[in-house]
């Protein structure tokens, strides 16, 4: 976190999101900041989909690789970012 800064109002993405542990942290320094969450694995979606569900619409997820992170953040209109682990 220290490297990333999230920023009030600023628009993240965690690219392998897994529980959504390192979104969480994002979601919590940034304020009113925004997240998408990309995993692969459906299952663990689901977890992070649950672990994140405090943040409301600020946490939004998709079921996608990390190579197809390019077209889902045109898809769900998500840049520019602010910031991507």
């Known amino acids: 976190m220290s490297f990333l800064l999230p920023s009030a109002s600023g ?8 529980a959504g ?8 320094r940034s304020g009113s900041g925004r997240l998408l969450g990309l995993d692969r694995d ?3 979606l ?5 672990n994140l569900a405090p943040f409301g619409d600020r946490a939004r ?3 996608a690789r ?4 390019r077209s889902v953040l045109e898809q769900t209109q998500a840049l520019p970012l602010d910031g991507c682990i």
């Not at 990390?66 to 992170?69: C, M, T």
């Open 66 to 69: 990390f190579s197809q992170i």
């Open 46 to 50: 689901e977890v992070a989909k649950q």
């Open 61 to 63: 997820f998709a079921h």
């Open 21 to 28: 542990g390192h979104g969480r942290a994002i979601l919590e």
């Open 42 to 44: 459906a299952e663990i």
């Open 11 to 18: 628009s993240y993405c965690d690219a392998t999101l897994g």
